[in-house]
């Protein structure tokens, strides 16, 4: 039976479709925010020597006048021009009540024994979507997971003695995701303070922070136990509020095309130098989602054993993503996946 080799699928292929999709990515993303000025827009609104109207977001952050400036203004004033416009405010709530593996799947893969170094800091590639956007960055990281073996579906081999995360670090993972991602989420979007949205920008690195403190409580070398049955809960909850808020936010418009079209698809082209900042800002985010998506259900085509599994998560990602969204589809890939190498951890003493 003729097979793929290898090297083509898990070298060639990878190389060849994840630069593509960052690239698209920059362009959808950053070409159409210079397109349509929206990056001028935000910097010289920050600039205080600006002839025109200066923002109301150039206050004192953290005291260092450029960093303040040219750093946490132009950010500030782009998530409260979307929280100000309920279209974007609409989005931005969506963006971020599905975005659960953004947080999660680099997070648990980092903590896996046997991970390559590339994928061990997520926190690099987090720092990464927060300054050159979700879009661009995470098919970069997919690209690396790939190449580095991450994606086998035979990942319990001799030199990899237990892929699955020890029960410390799976404790650790869901602190940090808690602490340092959806408690700084929630309340930049309750609170709607520009201190608050300052203060999220970093999230990435509160999640590491998080991690190491409870690391530092409850050691993962006391709590070496597989902690599957933890990952696979996290997994489940994550699952239900991605699908719930696509639920909430999706089928109660689903028979008006129009609200679809504005809120939740993004466009080809890009947006009139005359429209509002708010709907700039929706278009960028539109498209940041999309690609960062893109990238995550691509790469769960890697983890099929054959035909089989391909088509069958091929489905799944064709159809699930229009009715449960693409946050519970990716979640839902991610759990079978893990389930996989539970079995063959189960297994392989069996085997030995």
């Known amino acids: 039976m003729h097979t793929t080799p290898p090297i083509f699928k898990d070298v060639v292929l990878p190389l060849t479709i994840f630069p593509v999709l960052s690239a698209l990515a920059f362009h959808y993303i950053l070409r159409h925010m210079n397109q349509t000025g929206l990056d001028a827009k935000l910097t010289d609104g920050c600039n205080p020597l600006f002839d025109g109207h200066v923002t109301p977001y150039l206050i004192q952050y953290t005291g260092i006048k450029g960093l303040d400036g040219h750093g946490l203004c132009p950010l500030v004033t782009f998530f409260h021009a979307a929280i100000a416009t309920p279209d974007a405010l609409s989005f931005l709530t969506y963006f971020v009540g599905v975005a659960a593996p953004l947080a999660i799947i680099p997070a648990v893969e980092g903590w896996r024994e046997g991970r390559s170094l590339f994928i061990a800091f997520p926190v690099l590639f987090g720092i990464l979507c927060q300054t050159l956007t979700v879009g661009v960055t995470m098919p970069i990281y997919w690209m690396l997971f790939i190449i580095t073996g991450g994606a086998s579906s035979t990942r319990a081999t001799e030199a990899t003695k237990n892929p699955v995360v020890s029960q410390g670090h799976a404790e650790a993972i869901i602190f940090g995701v808690v602490v340092g991602a959806v408690i700084p989420s929630v309340a930049m979007l309750v609170l709607e303070d520009p201190h608050v949205t300052a203060i999220w920008q970093p999230y990435p690195v509160y999640v590491t922070i998080a991690q190491y403190a409870h690391l530092a409580i409850r050691p993962a070398s006391k709590h070496s136990k597989s902690g599957y049955p933890t990952i696979r809960a996290l997994y489940i909850g994550a699952f239900i509020i991605c699908s719930s808020v696509h639920f909430s936010s999706i089928w109660p418009i689903v028979g008006d095309r129009n609200k679809l079209m504005t809120v939740f698809l993004p466009s080809l082209t890009s947006p009139d130098p005359s429209t509002d900042v708010g709907h700039k800002v929706l278009h960028f985010l539109k498209w940041d989602m999309f690609f960062g998506f ?29 009715l449960i969204g693409p946050g519970a589809v990716v979640m839902g890939a991610f759990l079978w996946r893990e389930s996989c190498l539970q079995i063959q951890v189960v297994e392989k003493p069996k085997k030995a």
Do not use: C, R, V, Y
């Open 294 to 322: 893109a990238s995550f259900t691509l790469a769960t085509l890697w983890f099929a054993g054959g035909a089989a599994h391909l088509l069958l998560l091929s489905i799944w990602i064709m159809f699930g993503t229009p």
